[in-house]
Each structure stands twice: as structure tokens, then as C-alpha cells.
């Protein structure tokens, strides 16, 4: 299964978004009334999270039961994102639901944070199996070196 980062947009109306490590979008959800069961079938759909970030600088207490739940890291912004740059940067995504939009730009955001220690590893891991490119940047994002997470025996393990 691929390691994703997930962003989430909990409230009423609440909305996933997960992209590849590599910032690609692979799905993204919303339902009114959706909580944390609903967020968690979602996700798993998707693939296994490396991060789950939010667009608020205190996450709720679904945000960090949904982390808690996959043992994945927590990403936050230093500032609530404001509604003009989440739609900046779900207009390359063309989604049309705000929810949507806003669990984009959290997971978008997430990802550039790691994403220079990410492009770093894919050039010391291409032509692997892309299987294992994936469980390496996974290990990564938990904090390993590059070093570290191509030789480590665990890489060849979820």
C-alpha cells in the first residue's frame, strides 16, 4: 500500500485530501457530518499516512485522534492558512468543493516541508522498486536520514 500525506479539514463539513510523497494528489472527500470513522475509511482508502496535517495552526481533537490513530507525523502550519492562499493552491488541483480545497493546501503545504529532503532521496533511490521508493521516503519523513532509511533492513518493512 503507498504512503500518502493526508490533509484534513474537520467541521461540519469535513474533507480529506491525500497526496503521493511525491505531491501528487490521489484523492480527496468531503461529507457533512463527517467524522472521525467516516475521515479514517477515507484515509485508508488512499494508502498508509507519513503525515497528517491540518490548515490550522492548533488542530482540533479529531485532527490529532486521525494522527494518533496512523502513528503518523503531525505537520501544522506557523499561522491558520488564509482562505486566499488555500485557494491558490488548489487551483492546480481544480477542486471545486472548499472543504476540499482547504484539506488540499493542508496536505500541499505538509508536503513542502519535506519536499527538498524528499527530492534529495529520489535521486539516491531511482531505479529501485518503486514499492521500496515509497517505504524509504516514508521513513524519511519519521526522521531518518537518506543514508539511514536506503540501508536500513526496516525500509523493506510498512
Not at 461529507?31 to 503525515?51: C, H, L, N, Q
Not at 492548533?58 to 496512523?70: D, E, G, K, M, T
Request: glycine share 4%; net charge positive; aromatic share 6%.
Amino acid at each position: 500500500m503507498r504512503h500518502v500525506i493526508v490533509g484534513i479539514d474537520a467541521g461540519k463539513t469535513a474533507a480529506i485530501a491525500c497526496i503521493t510523497l511525491d505531491g501528487k494528489l490521489l484523492r480527496a472527500a468531503h461529507k457533512t457530518f463527517g467524522g472521525y470513522d467516516w475521515m479514517v475509511s477515507e484515509i485508508r482508502e488512499a494508502g498508509i499516512p507519513s503525515v497528517v496535517s491540518t490548515d490550522k495552526a492548533r488542530p482540533n481533537s479529531l485532527v490529532r485522534r486521525i494522527n494518533a490513530a496512523f502513528n503518523s507525523r503531525m505537520s501544522l502550519p506557523e499561522r491558520d492558512l488564509q482562505s486566499e492562499e488555500k485557494r491558490q493552491i488548489a487551483k492546480a488541483a481544480n477542486l471545486k468543493n472548499r472543504h476540499e480545497q482547504d484539506a488540499y493546501a493542508a496536505a500541499v503545504k505538509a508536503y513542502y516541508k519535506y519536499a527538498n529532503k524528499l527530492n534529495q532521496a529520489n535521486r539516491s533511490i531511482a531505479g529501485m522498486d518503486s514499492e521500496l521508493q515509497d517505504r524509504i521516503m516514508a521513513k524519511i519523513i519519521k526522521k531518518h536520514s537518506i543514508s539511514e532509511a536506503i540501508s536500513n533492513k526496516t525500509a523493506n518493512r510498512r
